[in-house]
């Protein structure tokens, strides 16, 4: 198999230029390149020949956008990537007060079965590589011209269930040499894959754990949440303090309001007690406005509701916000728009 370069650090570009015949200086001058997201054509101060070479003897994968939704109330936009292999999926660029944050898929479809999320519908396709999970924020940056100084790993997959690949991705991602987006911007969500956890916390890598949580107790959080079957609540609890001690990095937990399933006074006190005793420890929750999905059946709460579950755990001494929704006029919650593409 051809080498996939775009995945490869600086100094291994290093190597290649030399193994190709060339100089050490040009392999830092295709990083360069790859870095901004440029096909070979446009990379003017590398010779021809030794460009022929690349194409030759590697993969220079970039995803392409296949589709675009801007929106209009707030310039958000999503990206519709699709693979060198055909396989598509769902990235987000937003704009906040203090940067660009992009939001990155990791797989193509997911296998957690998350009862209320488009991503999972048509199961996993496939992993994406370091590169191609790389390469959506490559690609945006160039669609854009802005630079991305955050990223959320919350997009279409599950990240730990793509281990390695996440971790290689976090590690190009934040190289000085490359994009050099700062570790502690970063956050990685999980629905609870305990063992993955447990590693990632022996990483070294400063990112932000966020756990998709959605419900207090088991019986309804393995309604809506399979994998809760597997690493249920309480495991689940043990995990993140672990984490938090390990890392010295608070674990935020997301909370997707779910009209009539997760959003009454006894859902938010539940929460509340849960999270007390079970992290001892700071952690914060983001509440999320569930973003319709057809084919799931579920409805969100109106705003009202939501602000008033927010209320009631903050008057349980908790720590919550509910996550603005950016690009409601465009569905930005990740998978409808993959979802749509396998159905045309």
């Known amino acids: 198999m051809k080498p996939d370069i775009l995945g490869y650090t600086l100094a291994q570009c290093e190597s290649l230029a030399v193994e190709l015949g060339d100089k050490k200086f040009r392999g830092q001058q295709l990083f360069g390149w790859m870095q901004k997201g440029a096909p070979?054509?446009?990379?003017?101060?590398?010779?021809?020949?030794?460009r022929e070479k690349i194409a030759a003897e590697c993969?220079?994968?970039?995803?392409?956008?296949?589709?675009?939704?801007?929106?209009?109330?707030?310039?958000?936009?999503?990206?519709?990537?699709?693979?060198t292999d055909g396989e598509c999926v769902e990235s987000v660029f937003m704009r906040?007060?203090?940067?660009?944050?992009?939001?990155?898929?990791?797989?193509?479809?997911?296998?957690?079965?998350?009862k209320f999320c488009a991503s999972t519908l048509r199961g996993r396709a496939r992993d994406l590589t370091a590169s191609e999970i790389l390469g959506q924020i490559v690609v945006i940056q160039r669609d854009t011209g802005e630079r991305v100084g955050g990223i959320?790993?919350?997009?279409?997959?599950?990240?730990?269930?793509?281990?390695?690949?996440?971790?290689?991705?976090?590690?190009?991602?934040?190289?000085?040499?490359?994009?050099?987006?700062?570790?502690?911007?970063?956050?990685?969500s999980t629905c609870g894959l305990i063992p993955g956890i447990k590693k990632l916390s022996e990483e070294g890598l400063p990112v932000t754990l966020s756990i998709s949580l959605h419900a207090a107790n088991?019986?309804?959080?393995?309604?809506?949440?399979?994998?809760?079957?597997?690493?249920?609540?309480?495991?689940?609890?043990?995990?993140?303090?672990?984490?938090?001690?390990?890392?010295?990095r608070r674990v935020s937990f997301e909370y997707t309001l779910i009209s009539g399933e997760n959003d009454s006074e006894a859902d938010a006190k539940a929460l509340a007690d849960l999270l007390k005793k079970g992290m001892r420890g700071p952690s914060h929750i983001n509440l999320i406005m569930l973003n319709k999905v057809t084919e799931t059946g579920f409805e969100a709460p109106d705003r009202k509701g939501a602000e008033r579950f927010r209320s009631l755990l903050e008057s349980h001494g908790m720590n919550?916000?509910?996550?603005?929704?950016?690009?409601?006029?465009?569905?930005?919650?990740?998978?409808?728009?993959?979802?749509?593409?396998?159905?045309?």
């Open 152 to 188: 959320v790993m919350m997009g279409i997959g599950e990240p730990l269930d793509n281990y390695d690949n996440t971790v290689k991705f976090l590690r190009l991602v934040s190289s000085p040499e490359g994009l050099n987006i700062g570790l502690r911007h970063i956050s990685v």
């Open 59 to 83: 993969d220079y994968r970039l995803p392409e956008i296949a589709k675009k939704q801007v929106s209009k109330k707030d310039g958000t936009v999503k990206y519709l990537m699709r693979m």
């Open 218 to 248: 088991d019986a309804r959080r393995s309604s809506l949440m399979p994998v809760n079957n597997k690493y249920p609540i309480a495991d689940l609890m043990a995990a993140c303090r672990a984490y938090f001690e390990k890392t010295g």
């Open 320 to 344: 919550a916000t509910i996550r603005r929704r950016l690009g409601s006029d465009i569905d930005a919650s990740c998978g409808q728009l993959r979802l749509n593409n396998l159905n045309e």
């Open 40 to 50: 070979l054509f446009e990379m003017k101060n590398l010779p021809a020949a030794f």
């Open 96 to 114: 906040y007060e203090h940067g660009n944050t992009v939001c990155v898929s990791c797989q193509a479809g997911c296998r957690m079965g998350c």
